[in-house]
């Protein structure tokens, strides 16, 4: 019995030790906090049952049958950036807030889970919504001393190797002096396809894809999720269009980013944001789906480079939450500024284009904030409520009034920058019980070695 007992375990014990994860997912909530998931899944219930009432949506996510927390700190700093934070999630060591892909002195450059896995023949993709020289993407194929080093992180992607890139743009492809050779055609010389729709994108045959928006589009981020056009992009779509491209092969490594998780978190724009969360656990979905399909072989991992905005939901002395409110939300902190800077505008236009696009009434503690707001930066000052007025500081004035608004609707803000909190790490498939409990950000990328049996150095 022993003996039968032993061979059992010694069977066992090879399996485990031949198991391997051939397709790799990590995703990342840039800016995606506790917080964030939380408002997010009150959000998703309370437009399920058509009411504010108690309880939990759930995210694609939020199920999975591993979870734990991660620590963020930089080397020089408890709050991160993305830079630092992006650096430790690929490349597994702390560095500086700024560098990317480097240590702190700038002097040596580190080697990224992307690049290990490719080294052992597998394909390589590198998602986001935000520009694909961001600092979260660019950590893990760029080694450059500063995240504001565009154009020379533009030129790392050139001679990556990576199969598959996609966001919506690049942000200095002149360099700083817009007299440098366009980085596209740099980009396009070492091998690389650029696309800039996703019909093009999925005829494509080539061997090294670049899909990026249309020119006529922003280049610095796709729309935010609330102001989509039809033919804007989505994580999901994107996301789909990198399995496509990258199935063929030994196996694969893809990092999406939701990028602007962390922009509307910035602006205290909590209906921004929670549709930016469902529109990455979209794209988890799509995972999930090729999970399904390769159960064994297949891990996914979730988690974020720091918390954005110190969100917190609701607050005792107001205990009746409006979450409902979100989804009447219609427009982003963008289009708020947008308009608040279309002179000439008066302060009844602005309140009533507040009402109509924000989901709210406005109380009469609300109305003295605008009104204070509003007089604050107009010129002329304002003799009446429909004085026509040129605004300063738009910018700025549609960060304060999003702040209000979210706390009409549960999501309680207490800064527009990073903190230094933990964050969320879910994981499913071969390998996912690495990553359960309380770990460092720079864990996940051995961890992500370690499930694909490759031996970190």
């Not at 002097?107 to 290990?116: D, E, G, L, M, P």
């Not at 602007?260 to 990455?280: L, P």
């Not at 991992?301 to 107001?318: C, K, P, Y």
């Not at 051995?446 to 150095?457: G, L, P, S, T, V």
Request: glycine fraction near 8%; aromatic fraction near 8%.
């Amino acid at each position: 019995m022993r003996k039968i007992f032993m061979l059992a375990a010694f069977a066992l014990s090879a399996t485990l030790a031949g198991a391997q994860a051939k397709y790799i997912f990590l995703f990342i909530g840039d800016g995606m906090g506790f917080g964030a998931v939380t408002l997010t899944e009150d959000y998703l219930a309370a437009v399920a049952a058509s009411a504010n009432k108690p309880g939990s949506g759930t995210l694609a996510y939020s199920t999975f049958p591993v979870s734990g927390f991660a620590t963020t700190y930089s080397a020089s700093s408890w709050v991160t950036c993305s830079a630092a934070s992006g650096t430790a999630l690929a490349c597994g060591s702390k560095t500086r807030n700024g560098r990317i892909g480097m240590n702190e002195e700038a002097t040596q450059s580190f080697t990224s889970i992307a690049y290990r896995l490719k080294e052992k023949g597998y394909k390589v993709g590198i998602t986001t919504s935000v520009s694909i020289d961001h600092a979260t993407p660019a950590a893990f194929y760029a080694h450059q001393a500063s995240r504001n080093m565009y154009y020379e992180i533009a030129q790392d992607l050139a001679t990556s190797g990576f199969d598959f890139f996609s966001g919506a743009g690049l942000v200095n492809p002149l360099g700083k002096d817009k007299k440098q050779e366009n980085v596209v055609d740099i980009i396009e010389k070492n091998g690389y396809t650029v696309v800039r729709s996703l019909s093009d994108c999925q005829t494509s045959t080539a061997q090294k894809l670049l899909l990026l928006q249309p020119e006529s589009k922003p280049q610095s981020a796709y729309p935010y999720v609330i102001d989509k056009a039809a033919d804007d992009y989505t994580l999901a779509s994107t996301t789909t269009l990198a399995i496509e491209k990258l199935r063929s092969g030994k196996g694969f490594f893809l990092m999406v980013e939701g990028g602007k998780i962390d922009w509307a978190s910035h602006d205290n724009d909590a209906g921004s944001m929670v549709r930016e969360m469902v529109d990455m656990s979209d794209a988890v979905k799509v995972a999930l789906d090729f999970y399904r399909k390769y159960p064994k072989q297949t891990l996914i991992v979730i988690t974020a480079d720091h918390e954005t905005g110190g969100l917190g939901v609701g607050n005792s002395e107001n205990s009746a939450t409006g979450v409902l409110g979100l989804a009447n939300q219609k427009a982003s902190v963008d289009k708020l500024a947008q308009r608040l800077a279309k002179a000439p505008v008066s302060y009844s236009e602005v309140k009533a284009w507040i009402v109509e696009n924000m989901g709210i009434t406005v109380t009469y503690d609300d109305d003295a904030m605008l009104r204070s707001l509003f007089a604050q930066n107009a010129s002329p000052k304002p003799a009446n409520d429909d004085t026509p007025c040129t605004l300063k500081n738009t910018g700025a004035m549609g960060k304060s009034i999003m702040r209000m608004v979210s706390a009409r609707h549960g999501g309680g803000y207490s800064t527009f920058e990073h903190t230094g909190t933990m964050v969320p790490v879910y994981a499913i498939g071969e390998g996912s019980q690495l990553f359960s409990g309380k770990i460092d950000n720079t864990d996940i990328p051995k961890k992500i070695a370690k499930a694909a049996k490759i031996e970190w150095k």
